[in-house]
């Protein structure tokens, strides 16, 4: 069974830095590119950044572009998400999500996400 | 950035009708166009990936449609468990935008 669990969301102040991980298990972590997205509780889905299976490919919003990093380790089969100066609107509940690709389609879409971790920014 | 417009915001509707939510790009995105469910305090799920393929074990109630830059969700035969907030996604450059969410209550 795939299982995608974050964890190290917590408290900090503006300007400070957080690293969260996606403890990933049930499938060949290193075969799949691997997304983030976060959600502010009560509004929408926003996209943040993803990396490719060996992790030599990146990609982040303009939003967090020079302050957020993505990394992994696919012999710990765990996903990286470093973020730092922090500011009080990247407040929000933080997703790992896998993207599964359909090879008839040629379209990959997000197939399993974890339960999220819930960063808050705030003095 | 590709902007993508759902509609509409908030729809309510009673078991066993048939629903119908509406997302807009601002740009061709051909295939790439992806449909999530999300209930409260839990993660979004794939209902719909590529336009028109049902994701597995998704009921065969759900079903996507469109083209170019204007692509439809439609529920057919509304269950209780439907109640839900809807998203549609492209994957077809990044940043891989969502549109804004539709909120579906169940009366």
């Known amino acids: 069974e795939v299982q995608l669990v974050e964890s190290g969301g917590g408290l900090v102040q503006p300007g400070g830095s957080l690293r969260l991980s996606c403890a990933a298990s049930g499938f060949t972590f290193s075969g799949y590119w691997m997304h983030w997205v976060r959600q502010v509780p009560g509004k929408g889905l926003v996209w943040v950044s993803r990396i490719n299976g060996d992790g030599t490919s990146t990609t982040f919003a303009d939003s967090v572009k020079g302050r957020f990093t993505i990394s992994r380790d696919n012999a710990k089969n765990t996903l990286y998400l470093q973020m730092g100066s922090l500011r009080a609107e990247d407040t929000s509940v933080y997703y790992c999500?896998?993207?599964?690709?359909?090879?008839?389609?040629?379209?990959?879409?997000?197939?399993?996400w974890g339960p999220g971790t819930l960063v808050t920014v705030s003095s | 950035d590709i902007q993508m417009t759902q509609s509409p915001s908030s729809l309510s509707a009673y078991v066993g009708d048939r629903v119908t939510i509406t997302c807009r790009t601002s740009?061709?995105?051909?295939?790439?166009l992806n449909w999530y469910q999300q209930k409260p305090g839990k993660a979004p799920k794939v209902l719909i990936y590529a336009v028109s393929n049902l994701e597995s074990g998704v009921p065969s109630r759900f079903g996507g449609g469109g083209s170019g830059t204007d692509f439809s969700l439609t529920i057919n035969g509304l269950q209780p468990e439907d109640s839900a907030t809807y998203y549609c996604q492209q994957v077809y450059i990044t940043p891989h935008t969502f549109g804004q969410g539709t909120k579906l209550e169940i009366k």
């Open positions: 999500a896998r993207a599964g690709y359909n090879y008839d389609s040629g379209v990959y879409y997000f197939d399993h």
């Open positions: 740009q061709i995105i051909t295939k790439y």
